[in-house]
Protein backbone atom coordinates (compact mmCIF):
# COMPACT_ATOMS: atom_id res chain seq x y z
CA UNK A 1 0.00 0.00 0.00
CA UNK A 2 3.01 2.33 0.65
CA UNK A 3 3.86 2.19 -2.94
CA UNK A 4 0.44 3.59 -4.21
CA UNK A 5 0.54 6.52 -1.24
CA UNK A 6 3.94 7.53 -2.86
CA UNK A 7 2.46 6.96 -6.61
CA UNK A 8 -0.70 9.63 -5.49
CA UNK A 9 2.31 11.83 -3.15
CA UNK A 10 4.44 11.97 -7.04
CA UNK A 11 1.27 12.95 -9.12
CA UNK A 12 0.09 15.65 -6.57
CA UNK A 13 3.52 16.85 -6.12
CA UNK A 14 3.81 16.86 -10.24
CA UNK A 15 0.34 18.50 -10.42
CA UNK A 16 0.91 21.33 -8.19
CA UNK A 17 4.02 21.99 -9.95
CA UNK A 18 2.44 22.05 -13.01
CA UNK A 19 0.01 24.38 -11.56
CA UNK A 20 2.75 26.38 -10.39
CA UNK A 21 4.04 26.62 -14.37
CA UNK A 22 0.89 26.90 -16.01
CA UNK A 23 -1.26 29.05 -13.48
CA UNK A 24 -4.56 29.24 -12.15
CA UNK A 25 -5.90 29.25 -15.46
CA UNK A 26 -5.15 25.47 -15.92
CA UNK A 27 -6.02 24.75 -12.14
CA UNK A 28 -9.44 23.51 -12.74
CA UNK A 29 -8.48 20.87 -15.38
CA UNK A 30 -5.36 19.96 -13.34
CA UNK A 31 -7.35 18.99 -10.06
CA UNK A 32 -10.08 17.30 -12.43
CA UNK A 33 -7.19 15.41 -13.66
CA UNK A 34 -6.22 14.61 -10.24
CA UNK A 35 -9.26 13.68 -9.15
CA UNK A 36 -9.87 10.97 -12.01
CA UNK A 37 -6.42 9.52 -11.28
CA UNK A 38 -7.44 8.97 -7.09
CA UNK A 39 -11.12 7.71 -8.48
CA UNK A 40 -9.14 5.39 -10.40
CA UNK A 41 -6.98 3.91 -7.51
CA UNK A 42 -10.14 4.10 -5.16
CA UNK A 43 -12.21 2.11 -7.56
CA UNK A 44 -9.52 -0.44 -7.79
CA UNK A 45 -9.58 -0.76 -4.12
CA UNK A 46 -13.25 -1.06 -3.83
CA UNK A 47 -13.50 -3.51 -6.23
CA UNK A 48 -10.71 -5.42 -4.95
CA UNK A 49 -12.23 -4.97 -1.12
CA UNK A 50 -15.54 -6.10 -2.21
CA UNK A 51 -14.22 -9.35 -4.33
CA UNK A 52 -12.29 -10.47 -1.22
CA UNK A 53 -15.43 -9.65 1.21
CA UNK A 54 -17.61 -11.71 -1.65
CA UNK A 55 -14.58 -14.41 -1.70
CA UNK A 56 -14.69 -14.40 2.19
CA UNK A 57 -17.95 -14.80 2.28
CA UNK A 58 -18.77 -17.64 -0.25
CA UNK A 59 -15.95 -19.72 1.05
CA UNK A 60 -17.92 -19.39 4.58
CA UNK A 61 -21.04 -20.06 3.37
CA UNK A 62 -19.96 -23.21 1.97
CA UNK A 63 -17.74 -24.53 4.42
CA UNK A 64 -21.26 -24.14 7.19
CA UNK A 65 -23.09 -25.64 3.78
CA UNK A 66 -25.52 -22.40 3.12
CA UNK A 67 -25.93 -21.64 -0.39
CA UNK A 68 -25.96 -18.10 -1.40
CA UNK A 69 -24.86 -16.06 2.12
CA UNK A 70 -23.75 -13.09 0.64
CA UNK A 71 -26.87 -12.66 -1.64
CA UNK A 72 -29.40 -12.40 1.26
CA UNK A 73 -31.38 -9.50 1.11
CA UNK A 74 -30.47 -6.81 3.66
CA UNK A 75 -27.03 -9.02 4.12
CA UNK A 76 -22.96 -8.24 4.05
CA UNK A 77 -22.82 -7.98 -0.25
CA UNK A 78 -25.51 -5.45 0.18
CA UNK A 79 -24.69 -3.15 2.90
CA UNK A 80 -20.90 -3.45 1.93
CA UNK A 81 -22.01 -2.88 -1.81
CA UNK A 82 -23.90 0.26 -0.72
CA UNK A 83 -21.38 1.32 1.12
CA UNK A 84 -18.58 1.19 -1.65
CA UNK A 85 -21.28 3.14 -4.08
CA UNK A 86 -21.57 5.79 -1.67
CA UNK A 87 -17.90 6.34 -0.56
CA UNK A 88 -17.43 6.35 -5.03
CA UNK A 89 -19.76 8.97 -5.59
CA UNK A 90 -18.26 10.48 -2.43
CA UNK A 91 -15.17 11.61 -4.34
CA UNK A 92 -16.93 13.63 -7.38
CA UNK A 93 -19.81 14.72 -4.87
CA UNK A 94 -17.19 16.60 -2.60
CA UNK A 95 -15.20 18.34 -5.52
CA UNK A 96 -18.34 19.70 -6.60
CA UNK A 97 -19.51 20.83 -3.49
CA UNK A 98 -16.10 22.56 -2.50
CA UNK A 99 -15.92 24.06 -6.41
CA UNK A 100 -19.31 25.31 -5.95
CA UNK A 101 -20.05 26.38 -2.12
CA UNK A 102 -16.34 25.68 -1.02
CA UNK A 103 -16.15 24.50 2.62
CA UNK A 104 -19.57 25.03 3.67
CA UNK A 105 -21.33 22.85 0.63
CA UNK A 106 -18.10 19.73 1.77
CA UNK A 107 -19.97 19.63 5.37
CA UNK A 108 -23.29 19.93 3.52
CA UNK A 109 -22.53 16.95 1.72
CA UNK A 110 -20.81 14.87 3.98
CA UNK A 111 -23.59 15.37 6.19
CA UNK A 112 -25.62 13.80 3.45
CA UNK A 113 -23.41 10.90 2.84
CA UNK A 114 -23.40 9.92 6.31
CA UNK A 115 -27.08 10.15 6.81
CA UNK A 116 -28.07 8.06 4.04
CA UNK A 117 -25.51 5.40 5.28
CA UNK A 118 -26.74 5.72 8.78
CA UNK A 119 -30.52 5.36 7.13
CA UNK A 120 -29.29 2.19 5.41
CA UNK A 121 -27.72 0.72 8.55
CA UNK A 122 -30.93 2.03 10.54
CA UNK A 123 -32.89 -0.38 8.12
CA UNK A 124 -30.56 -3.16 8.21
CA UNK A 125 -30.58 -3.53 12.14
CA UNK A 126 -34.47 -3.07 11.83
CA UNK A 127 -35.05 -6.15 8.99
CA UNK A 128 -33.12 -8.22 11.46
CA UNK A 129 -35.26 -10.91 13.56
CA UNK A 130 -34.85 -10.19 17.19
CA UNK A 131 -33.10 -13.08 18.99
CA UNK A 132 -32.21 -13.87 22.89
CA UNK A 133 -28.97 -14.23 23.77
CA UNK A 134 -28.69 -18.01 25.27
CA UNK A 135 -28.66 -18.44 28.56
CA UNK A 136 -25.60 -20.02 30.08
CA UNK A 137 -27.24 -21.58 33.21
CA UNK A 138 -28.61 -25.19 31.81
Not at 86 to 106: D, E, K, N
Given at each position: ?21 L ?23 I ?7 L ?40 A????H????G ?5 L??V ?11 S ?8 S???
Amino acid sequence: METRDTELKRDLDATLQARRELGTEYESALIESFLEKVEERLDGTIDRHVRRGLAERQLTAARDGRAGGAGAPGGFGERFGFAAVSLLLAVPLSAIAVSHAGLGGLVVTWLGIVGVNAAQVARGLSQRPFRRPESTDR
